[in-house]
């Protein structure tokens, strides 16, 4: 979580129970020597919440990283969104003027376990929004393309993995980006005057698209080796994975953003995040020129 005071970006570091941050780490020491004032807040305390945010004009949100409180289809507000919630509460209580808030760049009402507590998030914030009690700003973050193995079976074992069949829950057109052009993007958003993106909702990824069997056939390629993709039921995936010794909640969670990559949910088709990179004299990294990193 940060704040924003005057164009100064004010590090909330949550508990380590919450969050790796450590207020105390010396990856602070940075800000520290900028003169910029550290706050600690937790999510279970609203009144921490609020002291950290007092003086605050603009809070740059990021979703809670606890995703096991979504397993088992959590009901709204048990999951990540209870804490989202909290800090929104806080904020608005606090006097905050401007809450930009990172979600995630699948179709607005997606049925994914992944979105289930962004889209819960985004419909409280448009909610406040239309009282007139906040002004907001939604920040849809595209797919890591780091984080493909996850979309690919698992594949997390790149370089060792002996694989030669891959199993998924469905297929469809994907749109990644590199997280630091995402937070080129999203740098210079908060950067702007809060006016500039009151009321406004950007998906930050590439426009073009990378389906699985495209992503099987690149593997294949670098490692030299046919990786076939095999596309089977939600619940023969569930299943598949849990045998292999994932954690069914988990693996659960996961498996339904399958249906959204069918349905093309996953397809970025705003060009923010390349007209960025662009006035800036900058190219987003091609996901090939990742992958194969990845796997050398």
Same mark, same amino acid.
Request: aromatic share 10%.
């Given at each position: 979580?940060?704040?924003?005071?005057?164009?100064?970006?004010?590090?909330?570091?949550?508990?380590?129970?919450?969050?790796?941050?450590?207020?105390?780490?010396?990856?602070?020491?940075?800000?520290?020597?900028?003169?910029?004032?550290?706050?600690?807040?937790?999510?279970?305390?609203?009144?921490?919440?609020?002291?950290?945010?007092?003086?605050?004009?603009?809070?740059?949100?990021?979703?809670?990283?606890?995703?096991?409180?979504?397993?088992?289809?959590?009901?709204?507000?048990?999951?990540?969104?209870?804490?989202?919630?909290?800090?929104?509460?806080?904020?608005?209580?606090?006097?905050?003027? &401007?809450?930009?808030?990172?979600?995630?760049?699948?179709?607005?009402?997606?049925?994914?376990?992944?979105?289930?507590?962004?889209?819960?998030?985004?419909?409280?914030? &448009?909610?406040?929004?239309?009282?007139?009690?906040?002004?907001?700003?939604?920040?849809?973050?595209?797919?890591?393309?780091?984080?493909?193995?996850?979309?690919?079976?698992?594949?997390?074992?790149?370089?060792?993995?002996?694989?030669?069949?891959?199993?998924?829950?469905?297929?469809?057109?994907?749109?990644?980006?590199?997280?630091?052009?995402?937070?080129?993007?999203?740098?210079?958003?908060?950067?702007?005057?809060?006016?500039?993106?009151?009321?406004?909702?950007?998906?930050?990824?590439?426009?073009?698209?990378?389906?699985?069997?495209?992503?099987?056939?690149?593997?294949?390629?670098?490692?030299?080796?046919?990786?076939?993709?095999?596309?089977?039921?939600?619940?023969?995936?569930?299943?598949?994975?849990?045998?292999?010794?994932?954690?069914?909640?988990?693996?659960?969670w996961w498996s339904s953003a399958y249906e959204a990559f069918v349905k093309g949910e996953c397809a970025v088709?705003?060009?923010?995040?390349?007209?960025?990179?662009?006035?800036?004299?900058?190219?987003?990294?091609?996901?090939?020129?990742?992958?194969?990193?990845?796997?050398?």
């Amino acid at each position: 979580m940060r704040t924003i005071e005057h164009g100064s970006i004010l590090d909330l570091a949550l508990t380590p129970s919450q969050t790796s941050s450590d207020p105390e780490s010396s990856r602070f020491d940075g800000l520290r020597s900028q003169n910029i004032e550290l706050r600690q807040a937790n999510f279970n305390d609203s009144s921490s919440l609020k002291e950290a945010y007092t003086g605050c004009e603009r809070l740059f949100l990021v979703s809670s990283p606890l995703v096991e409180l979504d397993y088992n289809d959590a009901p709204i507000w048990q999951g990540r969104e209870k804490h989202h919630r909290a800090a929104i509460d806080a904020a608005v209580e606090a006097g905050v003027k &401007h809450i930009y808030y990172t979600s995630l760049a699948f179709g607005g009402q997606s049925e994914a376990g992944v979105m289930r507590a962004h889209v819960r998030t985004e419909e409280y914030l &448009h909610e406040l929004e239309s009282q007139g009690k906040i002004n907001i700003t939604i920040i849809r973050e595209g797919l890591y393309s780091d984080a493909w193995p996850l979309a690919f079976g698992y594949y997390f074992g790149l370089k060792n993995e002996t694989r030669d069949e891959v199993v998924v829950a469905g297929d469809g057109p994907l749109s990644f980006a590199r997280l630091a052009d995402i937070t080129f993007a999203t740098a210079k958003i908060l950067a702007k005057p809060s006016q500039d993106w009151v009321g406004k909702t950007v998906t930050l990824g590439q426009r073009q698209t990378w389906t699985l069997q495209d992503i099987a056939a690149l593997v294949s390629r670098e490692r030299g080796q046919k990786v076939n993709l095999k596309v089977v039921s939600k619940e023969e995936f569930d299943d598949y994975y849990t045998g292999r010794g994932l954690e069914r909640a988990s693996v659960e969670w996961w498996s339904s953003a399958y249906e959204a990559f069918v349905k093309g949910e996953c397809a970025v088709e705003d060009p923010t995040l390349e007209n960025m990179l662009e006035e800036a004299g900058k190219s987003p990294e091609l996901f090939e020129t990742t992958l194969k990193r990845m796997l050398a």
